[in-house]
């Protein structure tokens, strides 16, 4: 009899690892396929999100015709955000596992802070003019100009659940501006985060909330987090200064992750942020931009993704609100709302009129708001009467005083 199953499944991944380094003429060959099994697994579990032509392994990093820089385990591009992902399958020694602590911090530099400082190094010559990228399987990696945003991560092809902790106290690492703090885990919350998060948007935008909170959460695993996240949209008020995961906040996650993969009967996606808005205004347009590759839609999507239910249910019913309007009196009608706190807002119009005459009355529109708000980012949304999204817009930069933008809002103000 046998009360912990865990212990089971556990042995049955770790012990053939032993027996095989236990035959010198055959540990060197074992240890390359257990690294060529960690990056493959990876870019077959990121295809599944965005797609085989946007999943790229062993990519190349080249000045010139030999001069190699440096080398990316798996790369994604999708628009203008760049995952960077680099696979470690070097593993922890027992004495580490144990809690020795000279053993702890010798095996993290060799097993995970030399794949971050890795993951860095490439994502910082991303967007260099003078390098070139090229994959294994011959394929040219062509960047439109430097990413926006790039988002390093390190996976180990072992799961212990102090990985986390250590991660959090251990790792060395600085994010710029443009690119994000990296993510450290294993390839099985690898595989939850792919399943779970099946859309380009929606795992672009774990990945920002993941980066922006990283020192404000601690959990022992990252399915923990990602269990959150399913439930409650990973995102924490400025005056939360640690957020503690419990190990129970998993469950949810489990229980889908068995019926996805063990058939076990039960909601195959936790009740939260992939089912609330089910049917609305707002999952509609949602689902239509969350493939989208163009940057001013994916940016709209990310914010539409940060907003907190209230705003979300104001949204639907303005919306509906709005369509209502256009399909009873055939005219424009928009509504207008500005996100608190994020110097950010959105207006959303539905008419009948052609798309260049929309998107220039649109973009108008923007600018107006964005001056009268004095945020430094506002996105237009143009729907057709029935709901279908037409065009989108993005006006972005610091707000400053201008005469010429005075006038316009005053001329504005008196025409509406």
Known sequence: ??????????????????????????ASEALRHRGDFAESFAAERLSLVFGPDRVFQNVEIRRGKGETLGEIDVLVVFGDRVIVLQAKSKRLTLE?????????????????????DQSLSCANLLGDQTVHLRSKDGRTVALRGRPGTVFPVAIVA?????????????LNAQPTERIVQPLVTDIFALDAITEMLRSPLRMLSYLSFRAWHSDRIMASHEHVVLSYHLKKNLWFESNVDLALLQDDVSLDLDLAMAVRRE???????????????????????????????????????????????????????????VLKRTDEDGLGHNMVISVSGSSTGLTVHCNRT?????????????????????ADVWYGLALAPDGGIRLVAEVVGNWKQDPVMDKMVKDWSTRK
């Open 263 to 321: 058939g076990v009967p039960g909601a195959a996606t936790p009740d939260g942020i992939l089912t609330r808005f089910a049917g609305t205004p707002f999952d509609s347009i949602v689902s239509e931009i969350e493939s989208k590759a163009e940057p001013v839609a994916l940016n709209l999507g990310l914010m539409l993704l940060e907003l907190g239910e209230d705003t979300i249910c104001k949204i639907n019913e303005c919306i509906r609100e």
């Open 354 to 374: 052609l798309n260049h005459e929309a998107g220039s009355k649109l973009r108008m529109h923007c600018e107006v708001r964005k001056y009268v708000a004095r």
């Open 96 to 116: 580490a596992r144990k809690g020795n602590d000279r053993a702890l911090q010798d095996d993290f530099k060799r097993a995970i802070q030399h794949a971050v």
């Open 158 to 170: 072992d799961h212990y659940p102090a990985l986390a902790f250590q991660a959090r106290h251990f």
């Open 1 to 26: 009899m046998l009360l912990q199953y865990y212990s089971v499944s556990e042995a049955l991944y770790e012990v053939p690892f032993y027996w095989m380094c236990d035959d010198e003429s055959y």
